[in-house]
């Protein structure tokens, strides 16, 4: 069965501080794998897709990257305003329409 | 978000009583979906449509139905809500399928009671 962990579950950084947030995937024929962004009562708002191990995406403060087994969303001098849960999603070649998301991950930067 | 959104907004109602929410795009997307997000579980997939009047289960598909007669209108009716089915719905569609990133509504609380 495909699985996706994301952690730490919750982390909290002051402004300016850089951190990493983790998604881990077992799978079988990984087809792609999406970053999202949910703010309280709102809906997950597409961030990046990867599709292959050793791709890299940026915008502004955030990078995401690919590895076979994980991928990282890298936060570099995070503000106030990035604060959310990050959700973590993969498609597989077999799975049919199935996207398989992580439980998130909730950011707090302190300002 | 922009070129999707669902109503109502929020529906409380009462175990047994039948409901249906509705999901409106205007983007012309092939595929929309349904979600359900609850705690500790993430967002997991109810039913899927990959055109009109074509229509599949997602893993979660048990006490929901759907239909989609046009395009840009996806229903998903609970034909007698039980408490179970308490949670958040979120609506998505895309262009190209799974491939493809999806794009989200705002979301529906609903509340069986």
């Known amino acids: 069965e495909d699985q996706v962990t994301q952690s730490p579950e919750a982390l909290r950084l002051q402004e300016g501080e850089s951190s990493s947030l983790n998604c881990s995937y077992t799978?079988?024929?990984?087809?792609?794998l999406f970053w999202y962004r949910q703010d309280p009562g709102k809906g997950p708002e597409f961030l990046f897709t990867l599709y292959s191990a050793g791709e890299e995406k940026e915008k502004e403060r955030l990078k995401a990257t690919l590895t076979k087994k994980e991928s990282f969303l890298h936060i570099t001098a995070p503000k106030p305003e990035d604060s959310a849960t990050y959700l973590c999603?993969?498609?597989?070649?077999?799975?049919?329409?199935?996207?398989?998301f992580g439980t998130g991950t909730r950011l707090t930067i302190i300002p | 978000d922009a070129g999707i959104t669902q109503s109502p907004r929020h529906k409380v109602t009462e175990t047994g009583t039948p409901v249906t929410l509705r999901c409106h795009q205007t983007?012309?997307?092939?595929?929309m979906y349904w979600y359900r997000q609850d705690p500790g579980h993430g967002l997991r997939l109810i039913h899927y449509s990959y055109g009109v009047k074509d229509t599949d289960k997602g893993e979660v598909s048990d006490g929901y139905s759907v239909s989609r007669s046009k395009t840009e209108d996806f229903l998903l009716t609970l034909e007698s809500a039980t408490s179970s089915q308490t949670s958040v719905y979120f609506c998505a569609m895309s262009s190209s399928g799974s491939y493809n990133e999806q794009f989200f509504g705002p979301g529906t609380r609903l509340t069986v009671l």
């Open positions: 799978v079988s024929g990984l087809r792609g």
């Open positions: 999603a993969v498609t597989t070649n077999f799975g049919n329409e199935k996207l398989t």
């Open positions: 983007e012309n997307h092939r595929y």
